[in-house]
């Protein structure tokens, strides 16, 4: 049974930091690319970061500079470290491993960021 489960959201003021962090379990994580979507009040989801099987990475232009994604294959584990926090950062962050040569397309549960004084 795959897993994807996050933590660390939160509550922050703006400029502050938070690091998610995503354990995955039941797949090959190594072979997968490891992304972190968001979702505001009333906005479609949308990608923030993704990170390759090979450690490429890749940044909505709106965090970039703010935002790292990295992983550790050997903890199955992708993290998104967030600093300069906005509250237009506010949203739900979910966690999504896609290998799509094999047409594999997993999501975690989400976790609530937000950002305000």
């Known amino acids: 049974q795959v897993q994807l489960v996050e933590s660390g959201g939160g509550l922050v003021e703006p400029g502050g930091s938070l690091r998610l962090s995503c354990a995955a379990s039941?797949?090959?994580?190594?072979?997968?690319?490891m992304g972190w979507y968001r979702q505001g009040p009333g906005k479609q989801r949308e990608l923030a970061a993704n990170i390759t099987r090979q450690g490429s990475t890749n940044y909505a232009d709106s965090e970039k500079g703010r935002f790292t994604i990295s992983r550790d294959n050997a903890k199955n584990t992708v993290y998104l470290q967030m600093n300069s926090l906005k509250p237009e950062d506010t949203a739900v962050y979910y966690c999504?491993?896609?290998?799509?040569?094999?047409?594999?397309?997993?999501w975690g549960k989400g976790t609530l960021v937000t950002v305000s004084s």
């Open positions: 999504n491993a896609a290998w799509p040569r094999y047409g594999f397309d997993y």
């Open positions: 039941g797949i090959s994580f190594s072979s997968y690319t």
